[in-house]
């Protein structure tokens, strides 16, 4: 059962300006940092609100297949649905919470790329500008690498974060080491180009540390500052942060990886440097439905920047299915939010699968007539 028919929403006749209306966002938040999980955890805690049994169940059933915990949150007009299932800890049992904090992963990307875009619309940044404009001699093909293509993976700039130099620190066993930006970039330049910028796609999290130190270099003020003054505090987001320290505040969900063979490993206490601009945010449901919310009602960007950040690039572009569909029918017709953290594309029926930068990688259901997406940052020049 996919989370969209348990939420009783129909993608083949909910058209954008409806979808943007009842359903603001549909969160499926599993706290791990890997989706290579093994079933060790089983129960559930009872839903708060008005709850269809089949949301319960595709909750209850992720957790099954070995999700520690999982959080989903639907906003339908004023109407909030909540449901927990798992734990939020393991070696205490301890329940997941909806008002938990975790690490956003690569949510933190949207984020990121608002801000961006936002400096885009001050014509403090264009898409056009290279990154050797903002960061000489730092990245080669730098003087052909555009904003735009950074936001969408089409830079070529290889991944450093899947560096064994980088990774050395942590899978010794030191989380909290810390890994500056600069270092980052360093070693992604010495791995050269994957490809020519613009013809090809790969994603990298590099990308997004490049985008992040132009941010700083465009306003003098560091990417964290940004966030918060740009969207943290405007929207109200209490429990989200930009940190610097590997521990969370609050109460929080704790997050495991599977170091090989099982069991999973608490890596609660990690480095938020190790991802920087394109991880490190930690927040709860509550708050990335309210960014997400704003953000696809246009509270944050104006339309022709909107319309840019949900518009696919073809070179980004993978089918899956139906194979007779082509590039241009992947215009963004509705918007509906499914974050896949453990969940898996066979969860979704009749789906395409794209690259994207709002997280991730994405599974979005398809029709004829419309398509259920998640914001995905296809920025279009």
């Known amino acids: 059962m996919s989370i969209h028919e348990a939420a009783g929403i129909d993608p083949?006749?909910?058209?954008?300006?409806?979808?943007?209306?009842?359903?603001?966002?549909?969160a499926v938040l599993a706290i791990a940092l890997t989706g290579v999980l093994v079933g060790i955890v089983r129960g559930a805690t009872?839903?708060?609100?008005?709850?269809?049994?089949?949301?319960?169940?595709?909750?209850?059933?992720?957790?099954?297949?070995?999700?520690?915990?999982?959080?989903?949150?639907?906003?339908?007009g004023d109407q909030r649905i909540r449901i927990t299932s798992g734990y939020g800890n393991l070696a205490k049992s301890t329940p997941m919470r909806v008002k938990d904090r975790f690490r956003v992963a690569s949510l933190t990307k949207t984020f990121v790329a608002t801000v961006v875009l936002q400096l885009v619309g001050e014509r403090k940044l264009a898409l056009d500008d290279t990154v050797e404009r903002w960061l000489p001699e730092r990245i080669p093909n730098g003087d052909g690498i555009s904003v735009w293509q950074l936001?969408?993976?089409?830079?070529?700039?290889?991944d450093a974060v899947e560096d064994p130099e980088i990774l050395a620190p942590y899978l010794a066993g030191d989380l909290t080491h810390f890994t500056a930006p600069d270092e980052v970039v360093n070693v992604a330049a010495a791995h050269g180009p994957l490809f020519p910028p613009g013809s090809n796609w790969s994603y990298s999290n590099t990308n997004y540390f490049v985008l992040?130190?132009?941010?700083?270099?465009?306003?003098g003020n560091t990417i964290g500052s940004e966030l918060r003054h740009r969207i943290f505090r405007p929207l109200g987001l209490g429990h989200t942060t930009f940190p610097?320290?590997?521990?969370?505040?609050?109460?929080?969900?704790?997050?495991?990886?599977?170091?090989g063979e099982p069991p999973l490993v608490d890596v609660t206490v990690f480095s938020p440097s190790l991802f920087w601009a394109g991880g490190a945010i930690v927040s709860n449901a509550a708050d990335s439905a309210r960014f997400y919310r704003a953000?696809?009602?246009?509270?944050?960007?104006?339309?022709a920047l909107l319309e840019a950040m949900l518009t696919i690039d073809p070179v980004a572009w993978i089918p899956v299915a139906p194979a007779?569909?082509?590039?241009?029918?992947?215009?963004?017709?509705?918007?509906?939010?499914?974050?896949?953290?453990?969940?898996?594309?066979e969860s979704f029926p009749d789906t395409r699968r794209t690259r994207g930068t709002a997280g991730t990688e994405t599974a979005r259901s398809w029709s004829s007539s419309t398509r259920v997406a998640s914001p995905s940052l296809r920025v279009k020049r």
């Open 12 to 26: 083949r006749t909910t058209g954008t300006s409806h979808l943007i209306r009842r359903v603001a966002v549909v």
């Open 46 to 76: 009872p839903a708060t609100g008005t709850v269809t049994p089949g949301l319960q169940q595709a909750a209850d059933e992720l957790v099954a297949a070995g999700v520690p915990g999982v959080v989903l949150l639907v906003r339908d």
């Open 295 to 303: 953000l696809l009602r246009g509270r944050l960007l104006g339309p």
């Open 212 to 219: 992040g130190m132009i941010v700083e270099a465009a306003t």
């Open 151 to 158: 936001l969408n993976h089409t830079s070529g700039i290889y």
């Open 244 to 259: 610097s320290s590997p521990r969370i505040a609050g109460h929080h969900a704790h997050g495991y990886f599977l170091f």
């Open 324 to 345: 007779a569909a082509s590039p241009s029918d992947f215009k963004r017709r509705a918007v509906f939010l499914v974050v896949r953290h453990g969940a898996t594309p």
